[in-house]
């Protein structure tokens, strides 16, 4: 499979992303997945300044990501795999996406959440999810960058 690494960042691509994560994971493609980037026509130009020079960029809906990943469509590179939240990594993983793994980077605090980690607030459907998906095999991890603990995100959830 060509997905080196796939994270959850509401943020989508910013400067960790854009440098750390990318350069430490020698990705050669970002995939944005998520239904409301790909409509919206200003967060696609952002997306598009905000990626490293040389880094190609997908920005797809989840059903078309999806698609072209199940038909191979990546094989030949090496992709970071990028959604916005949860729901869109477990639709992905629910869909036939062989993931194994994933981690958690940012959720900013919102109505029904609750942080666990500095960079990390989670709502209650967050943590149902999390927990049906380790219950599946997925691991997940709470880390910001790559030389942070990649510890299980459930050992933050009390």
Known sequence: MSIIHAR????LIHGQVATVW?????????????????????QIGALKMAKPAGIKLSILSKRKAVEKILANH???????LITKDITD???????????????VGNMSQKEGSKAIKKSVSVTDDDITTIKRLI???IEITAQMIP????????SFIK
């Open 8 to 11: 959850v960042d509401e943020r």
């Open 22 to 42: 990318t350069n430490s994971l020698g990705a050669q493609r970002i995939m944005v997945v998520n239904d409301f980037a790909v409509k919206d026509q200003m």
């Open 74 to 80: 990546y094989e030949d590179e090496k992709v970071f």
């Open 89 to 103: 990594m477990a639709y992905l993983i629910d869909n036939g996406i062989p993931l194994k793994s994933f981690n």
């Open 135 to 137: 219950d599946q095999g």
């Open 147 to 154: 030389s942070e603990s990649n510890e299980s995100i459930l």
